[in-house]
């Protein structure tokens, strides 16, 4: 089974500052991806960035960059020169061997101005 | 379509009511995931299709949820005799399934209210 934690409910950043918003996975396979979505205010859920568990280097998608440290099971989002579109609830979420996909309870960011 | 359609947006059904919620997903798109979201809380898993198979519906919380993908398209999630509890925004997004990243694309969502 799969099991997916983010620990941080909520946290406020200064615009343009860099913001790390931590995940932790449990799983027992061996091959298996981790993804964040981006849900604004409006509803919509929004894919930002994958990465497998084989990818020997970081997913990096423009802003976005997704630190994959293996060993800890993390899979933190970070986000440079945060914006102040940027605030929005923020879900990490994991695939296991049987493509199952489920999502954390999510970190709720706010950019201050 | 261009993307994952859910209907009705918005239903308001009264306590003991059958609803059934519809999702059009994104076309050729082999898997399908249907999700359940309360208000601030993270999408929770209910189940999924690849093509007309029910490969999981472990997230179904009760006999009373029922879901179906007859022809590998169009699915429909059904409730029947409403409870308070089932108010949620219900979520389908679905996938190409290819190169291993099952990169989900989701509809707007359904939001049911159970009066």
């Known amino acids: 089974a799969q099991k997916i934690t983010q620990t941080q409910p909520g946290m406020f950043v200064q615009e343009k500052e860099a913001v790390t918003l931590d995940c932790t996975y449990d799983t027992s396979d061996q091959s298996y991806g981790l993804f964040w979505y981006k849900q604004p205010s409006s509803g919509e859920m929004i894919f930002l960035i994958y990465q497998g568990s084989y990818d020997e280097q970081n997913a990096t998608e423009g802003r976005y960059s997704l630190n994959f440290q293996k060993a800890r099971k993390s899979a933190n989002l970070v986000i440079s020169a945060s914006q102040l579109g940027d605030s929005a609830m923020y879900f990490c979420?994991?695939?296991?061997?049987?493509?199952?996909?489920?999502f954390g309870k999510g970190t709720r960011l706010h950019i201050l101005p | 379509g261009a993307g994952v359609s859910q209907s009705p947006r918005y239903k308001v059904a009264k306590r003991g009511q059958d609803v059934a919620l519809r999702c059009d997903p994104i076309?050729?798109?082999?898997?399908l995931f249907w999700y359940q979201q309360a208000l601030g809380q993270g999408p929770e898993f209910l189940t999924y299709f690849q093509n007309e198979a029910q490969l999981d519906k472990s997230g179904l919380p009760s006999d009373r949820f029922f879901a179906e993908r007859p022809e590998g398209s169009v699915s429909t999630l059904k409730i029947q005799r409403t409870q308070q509890e089932d108010s949620a925004v219900y979520l389908c997004a679905s996938s190409l399934s290819r190169d291993g990243a099952n990169v989900l694309t989701f509809g707007a969502g359904s939001r049911l209210t159970v009066l």
């Open positions: 076309s050729g798109h082999v898997s």
């Open positions: 979420a994991s695939m296991g061997g049987d493509d199952k996909i489920i």
